[in-house]
């Protein structure tokens, strides 16, 4: 597959065809994005399957809402913010699976210190719970809208009635507060907390 380079003000115009529809316009940012997207989506995964799998839903989804696009968006970031929620809602589905729940009961993390930690979603949940709780009440609603909620900033900043970089602020430094907080559940921390 050749590798398709878009400039911003091509960018635009492949926004304006997408939302009239053009497969030529999805096809070219697939073929510009799609291997980034695997790639990225191979580190969480491990398993090129299950990446391909979720690039290829993220493209039906970017088909599906299409029309929402705004101008001003920037493809890239959109579709890696697309693929982040896809691989957050994959991980929370296998983790509510049997299969899954028996792979963390034997699953072992090493942290830096040497010693065992067992991976465990609901501990990191309780953990990130405990720690929002610590935050600024406008940092945990921004945060919790944001990476439980899956709201992109400008919902946040209206139903907040806060400007879209007040929110951006916030988030930014909440997200990095909790990470300090919670480094060692390091493949839920970077799902939730570091993919932006």
Known sequence: MKTVAIHMSDEKQIII????GSSRA???????YAKRLCAFCV???KSVEDAEEIVEDV???LWDKRETIR???SLKSLLFVMSRRMLINAY???VHSVSFADYVEMQDVVDEGGSERQLNYDDFMRQLERNLQKLPLTQQRIIRMSRLEDMPNREIAKVLNLSEQTVKNQLSIGLQ????K????????TLLLYVN
């Open 17 to 20: 065809e997408l939302k009239q």
């Open 26 to 32: 999805l096809r070219l940012v697939y073929e510009l």
């Open 43 to 45: 580190e969480y995964t």
């Open 59 to 61: 493209f039906v989804k």
């Open 71 to 73: 101008q001003e968006d």
């Open 92 to 94: 929370r589905a296998r």
């Open 177 to 180: 507060v909790l990470r300090r």
């Open 182 to 189: 919670l480094g060692k559940y390091s493949l839920l921390a």
